[in-house]
């Protein structure tokens, strides 16, 4: 009898946090991403990076993030983006390398993005494995931000994520240079 109330009891339990579990991500979920957007978009990144194909041995470059529009163009906010996700490999224990190179990649004819010939140049006396690429365009309210993880030995796109940022006064000032 005490078996059968113990499990009627955890039961209820189990029953009870199925009732109150909305699906909705908490608040503390929503600030820790709205606070710490480059440590999610690290985090989604680096998931795909699993041995033997890819180790913590391998060199990531992390170039600035350019303007879509314009890739040859950026702002306090690409360097600054650039910065962080540098500091948040690094932190994971990835060897990065950095580049304030802004002509990375361009467009090709067919609209497929290339990496560009100085880039790759200077990639190759850096001894990158991988490249980590990043775009931003601004809408009225937010900034659309696009990453890339690219094994640059093949060109293939590792893990790829895209989010937005809401437009702070701080933002705005960080895009405005």
Same mark, same amino acid.
């Given at each position: 009898m005490?078996? +059968?109330? @113990?499990? &009627?009891? $955890?039961?209820?339990?189990c029953?009870?946090g199925c009732?109150?579990?909305t699906?909705?991500?908490?608040?503390a979920?929503y600030?820790?991403?709205?606070t710490?957007?480059t440590?999610? $978009? @690290?985090?989604h990144?680096?998931r795909?990076l699993i041995?033997?194909?890819y180790?913590?041995?391998?060199? $990531?470059?992390v170039?600035?993030?350019?303007?879509l @529009?314009?890739?040859s163009?950026t702002?306090? +906010?690409?360097?600054?983006?650039?910065?962080q996700m540098?500091?948040?490999l @690094?932190s994971?224990? +990835?060897?990065?390398?950095?580049t304030?190179?802004?002509?990375v990649f361009?467009?090709?004819k067919?609209?497929?993005?290339?990496?560009t010939?100085?880039?790759?140049r200077m990639a190759?006396?850096m001894?990158a494995?991988?490249?980590l690429v990043?775009?931003?365009m601004?809408?009225r309210?937010?900034?659309?931000?696009?990453t890339?993880? &690219?094994?640059?030995r093949?060109n293939?796109?590792i893990?790829?994520?895209?989010?937005?940022i809401p437009?702070t006064?701080?933002?705005?000032d960080?895009?405005?240079r």
């Open positions: 005490i078996l +059968f109330l @113990a499990g &009627v009891g $955890i039961m209820l339990g029953l009870y009732s109150t579990y699906g909705e991500p908490s608040y979920d600030l820790y991403e709205r710490y957007k440590g999610v $978009i @690290a985090e990144l680096v795909p041995p033997p194909r180790s913590r041995d391998d060199v $990531i470059v170039t600035s993030y350019v303007k @529009a314009n890739f163009e702002s306090n +906010f690409g360097l600054v983006m650039g910065e540098l500091s948040r @690094a994971y224990g +990835f060897k990065v390398r950095e304030r190179i802004k002509d361009y467009q090709g067919n609209g497929e993005y290339a990496l010939r100085e880039f790759t190759h006396e001894d494995d991988l490249v990043g775009t931003y601004e809408t309210q937010h900034v659309l931000l696009n890339r993880l &690219v094994d640059f093949n293939e796109i893990s790829s994520y895209d989010c937005q437009k006064e701080d933002i705005l960080l895009l405005s």
